[in-house]
């Protein structure tokens, strides 16, 4: 068996077809065939339009409220469309209601948005029926500030972003500082609300996606307050709020059913295909994959470094895929990156100190969302002469990896993947071809 010439390409066309086989409409329409007609349709999260055109497909006319990032145009939102039109690319009918909101950190348009959506369900009759369809991304996209302010959550967010806390984490404390999330969407309303769910989050935890509107938390506030303590964060106004008595998040919503319909482990299992198709032999290491970028590259090339010296757990030709969210602690100064381009840069250097090096290497490490933290790029792609290259123009990746500055190094390079937003919201992707 041999393995196909041109690996990049190889990489990068298992991406792209990924995208499209676990694309959220494919995903979605499944689960539509056996529903009923709902009273309204509410789509949030960074795959909010291509999931309302699918419902709208099976449901034309249905009243609909879609609550999308805000940002470049893509094919999942435009920066300046008017509310009530449809994003670039996309063929949203008139009557659907279109909400543009910020992500990572909310601002008043996500206040305005989650403001609206709670009115839109709460204005449904008992009896009615509500279809949710929540995507990754939703817990900035809905943002109504319960016990602190709009300000003091956006800070607290960007402290959790840079701590290193894990997506469960975050969303436990956002889940307690909202008027939205933890079930408290699917609680303003009379009507029986049914969402069906993208994953984007380790182990598909309804709770955690998007922070959880429309499901009951298992959560509670001395949960965020441990956080908060885990990772030193003072948060004075947020502490005040979660030891004052206030009303908790409700654990049980007698009204609510829902159902995860696509999966990080989704997005593997097409880009596998693909590079099975295509004569070389594919292990998934898994989708739940955790932890610093570092330290999660430093794994993957000790699995590396086994398939070279032991042929475990198969010989070259192979692809080894994994995914999973990693996260980075960033430190004062920090440059531009993301977890995926960070990953990328740290496999480079653990790679770099070994004997055979690059040697018969191409890999690519990317966010399906197509923006890798505050980095404009998906991620980014590891050649045989990656470290040679980076030489020759003076680069340091050490010293890169040190400033969390992955996406400059990359760039200079020419070696990051630009797609634009996605529409998508399935994790991490990292794959790694030996030859």
Do not use: C, Y
């Not at 049914?194 to 998007?210: E, F, M, T």
């Not at 890999?363 to 020759?392: E, I, W």
């Amino acid at each position: 068996m041999t393995a196909p010439p041109d690996l990049r390409a190889l990489l990068r066309g298992a991406f792209l077809h990924a995208l499209e086989a676990a694309s959220p409409a494919r995903l979605l329409e499944p689960a539509l065939r056996d529903q009923p007609a709902p009273d309204l349709i509410l789509a949030v999260g960074k795959a909010s339009v291509p999931m309302a055109g699918a419902a709208l497909n099976a449901f034309p006319g249905v009243p609909t409220l879609v609550v999308t990032p805000r940002g470049p145009a893509s094919h999942a939102a435009a920066s300046h469309a008017p509310t009530g039109h449809a994003p670039a690319g996309q063929a949203l009918p008139a009557h659907a209601e279109v909400l543009f909101a910020p992500h990572p950190v909310p601002d008043a348009a996500s206040e305005h948005a989650a403001r609206r959506a709670l009115a839109r369900l709460g204005a449904l009759r008992a009896g009615g029926r509500a279809l949710v369809l929540i995507s990754g991304g939703g817990s900035a996209l809905l943002s109504l500030p319960r016990g602190v302010t709009l300000a003091q959550k956006q800070a607290l967010t960007r402290d959790l972003l840079g701590s290193g806390a894990d997506i469960h984490e975050i969303n436990t404390v956002r889940r307690h500082l909202s008027g939205v999330k933890g079930g408290q969407l699917a609680a303003a309303t009379r009507a029986h609300v049914h969402s069906l769910i993208l994953s984007d989050v380790v182990g598909d935890v309804p709770a955690v996606i998007a922070s959880g509107p429309t499901v009951p938390d298992p959560t509670t506030h001395a949960d965020a307050v441990a956080v908060l303590d885990r990772h030193g964060l003072p948060a004075p106004e947020a502490r005040a709020h979660l030891r004052s008595g206030a009303p908790d998040t409700p654990g049980d919503l007698p009204n609510a059913t829902w159902q995860i319909i696509g999966s990080n482990r989704t997005f593997l299992e097409a880009a596998r295909a693909f590079i099975e198709a295509r004569g070389l032999r594919t292990v998934i290491l898994g989708d739940t994959f955790t932890g610093e970028a570092r330290s999660l590259a430093a794994f993957h090339a000790s699995v590396l470094h086994s398939i070279r010296t032991h042929g475990t757990p198969l010989t070259p030709p192979v692809a080894v895929l994994s995914g999973g969210e990693a996260t980075v602690t960033l430190t004062p100064g920090a440059g531009r990156g993301g977890r995926n381009l960070e990953f990328a840069l740290a496999l480079l250097t653990e790679l770099g100190e070994t004997g055979p090096g690059l040697r018969g290497l191409h890999a690519l490490s990317a966010g399906t969302d197509g923006q890798d933290g505050s980095s404009p790029a998906a991620g980014a792609f590891l050649t045989p002469d990656s470290l040679t290259r980076a030489g020759h123009l003076g680069l340091d990746p050490h010293e890169f990896l040190r400033r969390h500055d992955s996406h400059t190094f990359f760039e200079a390079l020419g070696d990051t993947l630009h797609t634009g937003l996605t529409g998508h919201n399935l994790n991490d992707f990292r794959a790694v071809v030996l030859t």
